[in-house]
């Protein structure tokens, strides 16, 4: 059914290489049984892999990232639905520029982020304080669930709250039984999306965590720059695999193309 | 008056969105607020911060050092290359991916675009594992009898990387525009006797062009604001403006120098992104509306 | 007292108005229609009613209680949407039950309830599915049992049948009838279908730009258009100029000598032989309708409009030379639109 000469599917071929290959270069050095960066070839070794849970510093920044991912992403969910719900059906003087505000994190570099909220925390005393960094993962990963939640508002059929409202649903009810069930493939695939987003944050993390408050992707950089082993390898391995199930999930839920570009 | 007659109607508005705009408020114009004053401080390498008082110094040094200027000229040109390279790159691949059928065609797309969702600094990782003195190119080249070369540490391997990580920000701007392609144009133009190069040419190409434009502007700034691959592919000599702010902040501690070429740079691409911008609109507005 | 008082009801859009100054009586147990083209406002009215839109002035008057502030959650009326509004999420059964639950009716006799309009409209054995399960007119039906099951004073219908294709669209328009008709509820029902207002309403409410042009039974409505644009959008009309003779009756005319404009049915022009008749025309163009021929016929008076029954014979050809008449008491005197058409 392609309509693609043999020239365009090999370039095609071409990009689908280069785009994966560190990717499984670096699942296949997780198993090496040698001591140095090599591929697998005589035997599949687990002890990379063993090595990763023995380093306590690995494992804490392991939960930290897990923890901070799931509470940036629930309260990203719980900032973004009412202003999604807000801009798409009500009207109000700057109802445009709280849109654009609410999506610029988007556009505004990381790097930037990390800087100014280092200052901020710095100026306030609370610099490595982990409330203080989900707050600051919150504000970069919010673009994304209100995409999400957008997206699902704008699509949704009015005339099914009118509907709910003739026959004598009261404002909380028509929200919890009728709106937000139809929004929530939005809802929850902007949760998913947010929790990959802050688990792989790295370059405002940077700045803004303390060794106690350390995050996954921070330890990872900065055990790269200092020594290059197979371990590192077992560890990037293991995020991988947490994305992919990750990927998954926000697959059932949402559908994955519609998630990277959109409504078909 | 009409706006606080909005205003007030508009209440519920305003109080759903109050969370999210305390969040903004509080931590993205304060901060930014914060570093663009302290961007103004007195630094001193014996007694740190002075936050009462104010001098130009780290602007001027910034226009004025060749150090700054040789890094940010080196910033500058990597980011062009790599959006050159992902244009090339990406735009035929959004082209191939479009006139494929399903099931391949969403299959390919999620191959292709789920690296985004893989953190950088594992991305940076691999690419380190295939360019390194022992990595597998050279392991390769060896084994074919070549000699080894120096890949890693160079500005090859931050390109090569940046490429990875933002061919995907190209190819979905380039593949929303494809989609929303009249298929029957093509049709039409081919049966008035255009080769299929001509309709790429001249039917496609042309409407992609804003797609095209603003993957461009993506790529750009994410690659000049780029901080891990530098910092893990470039090594200690091969500084971009990422790794340089990073210096000034946690090695020299020199907080003021360092929020002059962070808001430099912010600066720097809110320009570039909006006179692209305009560009964008002024010519593309009136054809494709 | 009507059961439903429009009273000088009006809504206004920043410099358009899109209803002005409409007054309506509606009988209790009456299914009346809202007829018009797109823009004339009966959807604005319909809307309205339903409490979706506020009123610019005017009152709204349901069964001796004002209602023109009420919120629609306090209304208690039936309503059917266009895109029929159905919960995706729930099933049939829970669709139709939602309103009862609103009204915190008992879990007994909640089920009788929605089982009974269930089977009235037909869909007892759906009662499981979900709404993308649905063909179109299912779905129809399971908007109407939603509204019916609530037993409101009130069932308002806003273009139901305009998603469903021609077969189905007629199937349904009886169905509604005789649902209506079976539970006896006042119902308002806006349409830009004449044929369908025609065809189930007691009475038809024609509206343009805003204002209503004309209240009458089909018959009536259809037999005694009152101005040019009603006689041309209820059923075809032929537009003769007309004058009356010596004895007051009204007589068709050569153009420029009258001042009356007339209507004629195209179904009242009986076609004969060359010579006979009032008129004689050439047949110009000809359309097969299935149970009809439609002929264009060019006379002095102008390119005309006939329907003859198809008896089986075999129809004319075009270029035959044709008589025309028709009786004159089925001429009909047009005023002039009194609104913008």
Redesign the interface.
């Known amino acids: 059914?392609?309509?693609?000469g043999p020239f365009?599917?090999l370039?095609?071929a071409l990009?689908?290489v280069?785009?994966?290959?560190?990717?499984v270069?670096?699942c296949l050095?997780a198993f090496t049984p040698e001591n140095?960066?090599?591929?697998p070839t005589t035997e599949f070794s687990l002890r990379w892999f063993r090595a990763v849970f023995e380093r306590a510093d690995f494992v804490d920044a392991f939960y930290n990232s897990l923890a901070l991912a799931f509470c940036a992403a629930s309260l990203a969910t719980?900032?973004?639905v009412?202003?999604a719900?807000?801009?798409t059906r009500?009207?109000?003087?700057g109802?445009d520029f709280?849109n654009g505000?609410?999506l610029?994190?988007i556009?505004?570099?990381?790097?930037?982020?990390g800087?100014?909220?280092?200052?901020?925390f710095a100026?306030m005393g609370v610099n490595g304080n982990f409330t203080w960094l989900i707050?600051?993962h919150?504000?970069v990963i919010?673009p994304y669930v209100l995409r999400l939640v957008l997206a699902s508002a704008i699509g949704l059929?009015r005339?099914?709250e009118?509907?709910?409202?003739?026959?004598?649903?009261?404002r909380f009810?028509l929200f919890r039984q009728?709106t937000l069930?139809?929004i929530l493939p939005g809802v929850a695939g902007g949760w998913l999306l947010a929790f990959?987003?802050s688990?792989?944050?790295?370059?405002l993390s940077?700045?803004v965590t303390s060794p106690a408050t350390q995050t996954l992707?921070v330890r990872?950089?900065v055990y790269?720059?200092e020594s290059?082993d197979p371990m590192?390898?077992a560890v990037?391995a293991l995020?991988?695999a947490l994305?992919a199930l990750?990927?998954i999930l926000l697959?059932r839920i949402y559908g994955?193309?519609r998630v990277?570009?959109?409504k078909? | 008056m009409k706006l606080l007659d909005g205003m007030r109607r508009g209440r519920q508005g305003y109080l759903m969105s109050a969370p999210a705009l305390a969040l903004y408020l509080g931590l993205l114009v304060i901060p930014l607020g914060l570093t663009l004053v302290l961007s103004f401080n007195v630094f001193d390498y014996g007694s740190g911060i002075d936050s009462h008082a104010y001098t130009l110094d780290h602007y001027i040094s910034l226009l004025g050092d060749s150090y700054f200027y040789e890094i940010f000229l080196r910033t500058f040109w990597i980011s062009a290359l790599t959006t050159l390279l992902c244009v090339l790159i990406g735009v035929p691949e959004a082209y191939v991916l479009s006139r494929m059928g399903a099931p391949w065609r969403s299959i390919f797309l999620i191959l292709i675009l789920t690296p985004l969702l893989i953190s950088v600094v594992v991305r940076a990782f691999g690419w380190s594992l295939l360019l390194g003195a022992d990595g597998l190119v050279n392991q390769t080249l060896q084994a074919f009898g070549g000699s080894p070369m120096k890949l890693l540490y160079t500005p090859f391997a931050v390109v090569i990387a940046l490429v990875h990580v933002m061919l995907p920000f190209m190819i979905i701007p380039v593949w929303t525009s494809l989609q929303k392609l009249d298929p029957a144009a093509e049709q039409a133009a081919m049966s008035l006797g255009a080769s299929q190069f001509t309709v790429i040419r001249k039917v496609v190409l042309p409407q992609i062009m804003p797609g095209v434009l603003s993957g461009t502007l993506i790529v750009f700034g994410l690659a000049a604001s780029s901080f891990a691959i530098p910092g893990l592919l470039g090594g200690r000599r091969l500084k971009m403006v990422a790794t340089l702010i990073y210096d000034q902040y946690l090695s020299e501690l020199n907080w003021p120098m360092g929020a002059a070429i962070a808001i430099a740079l912010l600066l720097l691409n809110l320009l570039i992104m909006l006179s692209w911008n305009r560009m964008i609109e002024g010519r593309y507005k009136k054809s494709l509306g | 007292m009507a059961f439903v008082q429009l009273e000088n009801l009006s809504k206004r859009y920043g410099d358009i108005d899109a209803v002005v100054a409409t007054n309506l009586a509606v009988e209790k147990g009456e299914f009346v229609s809202l007829l018009g083209p797109s823009g004339c406002g009966k959807t604005t009215t319909l809307q309205m009613i339903a409490g979706f839109v506020d009123v610019s002035s005017g009152r709204i008057v349901l069964d001796g209680r004002d209602i023109t502030h009420a919120k629609p959650a306090s209304r208690g009326l039936g309503v059917v949407f266009q895109s029929y509004a159905l919960f995706p999420h729930m099933t049939v059964r829970d669709n139709v039950a939602f309103g009862l639950r609103m009204r915190k009716v008992p879990g007994g006799e909640l089920q009788q309830r929605v089982d009974r309009v269930l089977k009235l409209v037909r869909l007892d054995r759906h009662a499981e599915r979900y709404p993308r399960e649905l063909s179109g007119g299912q779905r129809q039906r399971v908007a109407l049992a939603r509204a019916l099951v609530i037993e409101p004073p009130v069932l308002l219908l806003d273009e139901p049948l305009s998603n469903l294709d021609a077969n189905l669209r007629e199937e349904m328009q009886f169905e509604i009838r005789r649902i209506q008709r079976e539970v006896g509820i006042t119902t308002l029902m806006v349409t830009h279908d004449q044929s369908e207002a025609l065809s189930i309403s007691d009475r038809v409410v024609v509206m343009q730009a805003g204002r209503i042009t004309q209240i009458d039974t089909p018959y009536t409505l259809y037999e005694h258009p009152r101005t040019t644009f009603i006689s041309g959008f209820v059923g075809k009309a032929n537009l003769l100029p007309g004058e009356r003779d010596s004895a007051g009756v009204v007589q068709a005319c050569q153009p420029g000598q009258g001042e009356l404009t007339l209507s004629l049915r195209p179904e009242k022009i009986d076609l004969c032989a060359v010579g006979a008749g009032r008129l004689q025309g050439t047949i110009a163009s000809r359309f097969f309708l299935g149970s009809q021929w439609l002929y264009g016929v060019s006379t002095s008076l102008g390119a005309l409009c006939v329907v003859r029954r198809n008896d089986g014979s075999a129809p004319m050809t075009e270029g035959t030379a044709v008589g025309l008449d028709w009786d004159p008491a089925l001429l009909r005197v047009l005023s002039v639109d009194e609104v913008p058409a």
């Open positions: 059914m392609s309509r693609n365009a599917l370039f095609h990009v689908v280069f785009m994966l290959a560190p990717l270069v670096v050095v140095t960066l090599s591929l719980l900032i973004a009412p202003a719900l807000a801009i009500l009207e109000f003087p109802r709280f505000l609410f610029s994190p556009i505004i570099p990381h790097l930037v982020l800087v100014a909220l280092l200052r901020l100026l707050f600051a919150v504000l919010t059929d005339s099914a009118q509907a709910a409202q003739s026959l004598g649903a009261g009810t009728i069930p139809m990959i987003n688990f792989d944050e790295v370059t940077i700045f992707p990872m950089y790269a720059t290059i590192m390898a990037s995020v991988i994305t990750t990927m697959d994955l193309d990277l570009v959109g078909q």
